[in-house]
């Protein structure tokens, strides 16, 4: 994962850390890399205000503003994934970045657009890979997502690790 490209993430993502409270995991395995949209961060008030996911603390993401430019291909992106995804996804191919979403279909318009693409399992395997989270404890984060409603597409990262 190239640290100096920005990394935007998504609110499948960030919703996935802070279904089990820890916001902390995600800064821990992305640093200063890491970033996200105003359109991301009111769809995740909203899932806070429905009860949906708990209040966490997103104070030390940057939060990036689309261009003119941006947002221009956001308005066409709309069209096919939610504004989270679409601003996501509107300010890595501008800004030549990567973005993380568990989201099938922003994923899908992501490798068209050529642009590298993780998810929260792609965030638990650097925290590994990194050393800063065992496996096992990698896995009990991940059964807990799990467990408050992330459809993962593995059950425990020994499957890809």
Known sequence: MNDTAIILLDNTVLSNFASIQRPDLVLLALG????TV????????????????????????????????ERAVYQDLLRKINKGEAACLAVAAARGGRVMTDDRDARKIAVE?????????????????LGRLTILDADEFLSEMIERGYFSPIRSLTEIL
Do not use: F, H, Y
């Open 32 to 35: 200063d890399s890491a970033a």
């Open 38 to 69: 105003e359109e991301v961060l009111d769809d995740l008030e909203v899932g806070v205000n429905n009860k949906a996911i708990p209040p966490v603390n997103w104070s030390w993401l940057t939060t990036v503003a689309m261009t003119e430019n």
């Open 113 to 129: 657009l050529q642009i590298p693409i993780s998810g929260t399992i792609g965030i638990l395997i650097r925290l590994v890979d």
